[in-house]
């Protein structure tokens, strides 16, 4: 009988986040969720419990900011090209999530939305050529009022609470408009700020407003004249960097910032005095780049893509929300409950699973400068080992601890193309476009054993025995190479011709008696090693390249991930038709997968999402 797999769990991305531009960071109390973007991607947290997260696949660009409607039934997200989709919160029963409307609203990027009270409205505001704002009707699409006045970009825009009701822009030409109606029409522009405005806001009774701007100016307005009547965050209380948000608090009695000087303050709306000052971090991935209020809870992101929930009474982080916002390139697990996660921009990420189905990252650190290729973990969970395009190999002592991570460097001659990891012998293999080498130890290892030229090949993947004692080398020409590891040095036992394209990914069984190959022609193969015949075949039922493959703790189950979105579960002792087939478990790709038990796979891809699926009995 073919198996059944279900998504048990979703480790999302954290916001995207960019030096220098705020971002869109929105909550609904009726639902206690945060929502924001990353990528192509929508992501919903539960505020009380963020690892209880999911990711909406509804763009076909990158998104670019998202808000719930009021009642949080609906949600409506802008992307770069301009478009607007709403959308029901709540997934249907039956088929795909689509979007109740589609409409293009901007010649280019929509930077920053916001619902009207009633919901049946909405502002979006942006950049690219011709309009820069637009507040239409979200169900029929029909235009509600003409934005004139705007020059350059606009950052932010806000939705008056209150009859009579306002729409308020800033934008980079330093301005901030006000326009009366709908259908609207430009009222006045002020321009008391000196560079970007990053972000306005009306307080939640709509008396007064609020814009923030990069000259560090924080400015307090009167909704009903649209004229300055105050500022706060100056003299002693000035933010000592450009100031990318606010946020009222649902009372209305108290003003939240955050800045790029890496702090976060929280001012009395009333006497506009500084209340307290939250210290973020020392860092520049500690710049501080959105802020959202959602009932009791001010979250704040950093520009490492971290949310911070801010406790103003304790005047301290009370919890931090970690993981990647990069696309994910390497995967690698240390038993059945702990694994490890990379993303193109070196990150790794340390992932525990506890109390059944909760998994939190224990623990993160910059392992490397450049995209990870590989990750193995070594020394019986005490170490991880990776190499990356910087290089290098490095060893990685666990647990992870961020900048007080323990690091071994050894640099490589040129680019890896794959590596793995022998725990017994403790032997590392690393394939090179011309070469392979057999490196000798662990976190103190003595250096590379012995190395082999490719007689000619192109490496493109390899894989190391169980015990040690042989070296599976695949090539760009389709040719999976046996090496025997002997007295210190590499010979040619076998090469293993049937692939019709480049072997791409290679993984021994844990007893070493078989060897899995999937290559960029869509196929996968099991061979038998000693006699280096073929096992299994006809398993191309990928429509792109498999770009890796795991075994299951017994060795009866053989999955594959690839290009085309897809995870195949493979039974050995049953016809390929008798496959499972997770369709699109990653959206961008499938980049990483592992076994965690025999009822429980974990996978990656370059959707930023890593996913834990669980086998149904």
Request: aromatic share 6%.
């Amino acid at each position: 009988m073919a198996q059944t797999w279900t998504l048990e769990s979703i480790l999302a991305p954290l916001p995207a986040a960019e030096r220098g531009f705020s971002t869109v960071l929105s909550g609904n109390e009726v639902r206690k969720e945060l929502v924001y973007t990353n990528g192509k991607a929508v992501v919903f947290r539960k505020i009380d419990d963020p690892h209880n997260c999911e990711a909406v696949f509804i763009h076909t660009t990158n998104v670019t900011c998202a808000k719930f409607s009021p009642d949080g039934k609906y949600v409506c997200s802008g992307d770069d090209s301009g478009g607007i989709k709403v959308w029901a919160r709540d997934a249907p029963e039956v088929g795909e999530r689509k979007p109740v409307n589609d409409i293009q609203v901007l010649g280019g990027p929509v930077v920053d939305l916001d619902w009207s009270p009633c919901g049946k409205k909405i502002v979006a505001v942006g950049d690219g050529r011709g309009k820069l704002a637009k507040c239409f009707a979200w169900d029929r699409g029909s235009n509600f009022g003409d934005f004139d006045g705007l020059s350059r970009k606009v950052n932010s825009v806000a939705y008056r609470p209150t009859a009579p009701f306002k729409v308020v822009t800033g934008s980079e030409d330093s301005t901030v408009n006000v326009y009366g109606g709908p259908p609207f029409k430009f009222i006045c522009s002020n321009k008391k700020h000196a560079n970007f405005v990053n972000c306005v806001r009306f307080s939640p009774d709509g008396t007064k407003f609020v814009s923030v701007s990069s000259d560090k100016r924080c400015l307090v307005y009167d909704a009903e004249t649209n004229e300055v009547c105050g500022e706060f965050a100056k003299g002693a209380d000035a933010h000592a960097g450009s100031v990318m948000a606010c946020a009222w608090s649902p009372c209305g009695k108290q003003i939240a910032t955050c800045s790029a000087d890496k702090t976060c303050r929280l001012f009395d709306s009333a006497s506009l005095a500084l209340v307290k000052t939250i210290k973020v971090g020392t860092k520049v991935e500690d710049m501080q780049v959105g802020l959202c209020w959602v009932g009791d809870n001010v979250i704040s992101l950093s520009l490492s893509g971290h949310l911070n929930y801010l406790d103003f009474a304790a005047g301290s982080v009370s919890k931090t929300v970690r993981g990647h916002m990069k696309k994910l390139t390497a995967l690698a697990r240390s038993g059945s409950d702990r694994f490890f996660t990379a993303s193109y921009d070196g990150k790794v990420c340390e992932w525990t699973r506890r109390g059944g189905v909760k998994i939190e990252c224990e623990g993160h650190a910059q392992v490397h400068t450049s995209l990870p290729v590989k990750m193995q973990a070594t020394e019986h969970g005490k170490a991880l080992q990776s190499v990356g395009y910087d290089d290098t190999l490095r060893t990685a002592a666990l647990p992870l601890r961020g900048d007080q991570t323990d690091l071994v460097t050894r640099k490589l001659a040129d680019q890896p193309k794959d590596s793995d990891y022998c725990e017994g012998a403790e032997l590392s293999c690393v394939v090179h476009a011309g070469r392979v080498e057999v490196v000798k130890g662990g976190t103190n290892g003595e250096g590379v054993l012995c190395q082999m030229d490719l007689a000619g090949e192109e490496g493109s993947s390899c894989a190391i025995h169980p015990m040690g004692s042989q070296i599976a080398v695949g090539t760009k020409s389709g040719k999976v190479l046996l090496l025997t590891l002997s007295s210190g040095s590499l010979s040619l036992c076998k090469t293993l011709e049937r692939h019709r394209g480049e072997v791409s990914a290679l993984r021994f069984s844990h007893s070493g008696d078989l060897l899995a190959s999937g290559d960029a022609n869509r196929e996968c193969l099991v061979w038998q090693v000693d006699t280096g015949e073929v096992k299994k075949s006809r398993m191309v039922y990928h429509s792109s390249k498999i770009t890796c493959v795991a075994w299951s703790p017994s060795d009866s189950h053989l999955a594959t991930g690839s290009v085309d979105s897809n995870v195949i579960v493979w039974p050995l002792d049953l016809p390929g038709s008798k496959r499972f087939t997770i369709a699109l478990a990653h959206k961008e790709g499938v980049t990483g997968a592992e076994y965690l038990s025999e009822d429980r796979i974990v996978t990656c891809g370059t959707d930023s999402c890593c996913k834990v699926w669980a086998l149904q009995q």
